[in-house]
C-alpha cells in the first residue's frame, strides 16, 4: 500500500470516513470495515487502526455524519419557514430518512453497538432535540423549560422509533394509512395533551381532567393545533 505520509491525520480521517459514508450510503452498514475503507482509499489496515479503534468507532463517525445532515436538513426547513410547526419538521425527517435510509442506519447501528457514545455524539442529538423543542415552545411557550426539553426528546425518540418499526418490519401492508399520517396522528395526540395538562395547571382551585376551562386564552385544543399545524412547513420541492 503507497500513500502512508500523502495525508494529514485530519485529512486522512476526512478522507475514510468520506470513503466509509459512500460505502454505507451504497450497501449499508453490514458491509463495512476497516479493511474496505482501507483498500478503497489505498491505505493499510493498520493506518486506519490508528485512527478508529475498531469498526463500532467508525459507524458511530459515520453516523455522526448522518446527524448533521439531518441538523442541517432540518435548521434549513426552520429557517425558510419560521412558522414550521411539528408536522412539517415530522415530514422533513420521514423524507430525509427515506432518501438517506441507508445511511440512517448508521444512527441505529451505533446506538445497538455501543453502550456508552462518546459525548460528542450526543451532542449532535441534542442539537436536533432542540430544533424540535424550539418548535414546541414557539405554539406552547408557557410549557416549563424541563417539560418542553422532555416532551421535544420525547417526541425525537417517538417518531424515530415509528419511522424505525414500519420499515424494518415491512409493516406497510398492514398499516391503515401512510407514516405521515400515523406520525401526524401521534405528535396531534401527545401535544393535545401537553396542552390539556397545561390549561389544567392554570386554573384556580381544583378541577377535574377533562373539565372544559372557562379561562382565557388558548383552549387545549387550539394549543395543540397551533403547534402542529400552525404552518405544516416547506412543500415537496
Known sequence: MGRRSDHSRKELEELALSAAIQ??????????????????????????YNLFENRDELILRVAGRALDLLLQTLEDAEAKDKAIGLHGLCDQFIRFVETNGLLWEAVIAARAQRSDP?????????????????VLLRALPDLPAD??????????????????TVDRQNLWTFAQSDLASMAHDLIDRYTAGLAAVGDESQRPGQTQPGEQSQSHGTSAADAAHAVTTATDGPGDQ
Open 118 to 134: 462518546a459525548i460528542w455524539y450526543w451532542q449532535k442529538v441534542m442539537r436536533i432535540v432542540e430544533v424540535t423543542q424550539r
Open 147 to 164: 417539560v418542553a426539553m422532555r416532551s421535544a426528546i420525547t417526541v425525537a425518540l417517538a417518531l424515530n422509533g415509528l419511522v424505525a
Open 23 to 48: 460505502g454505507v450510503t451504497a450497501q449499508g452498514t453490514q458491509g463495512l470495515t476497516i479493511r474496505g475503507v482501507a483498500h478503497a482509499i489505498g491505505y493499510s489496515p493498520g493506518t486506519l
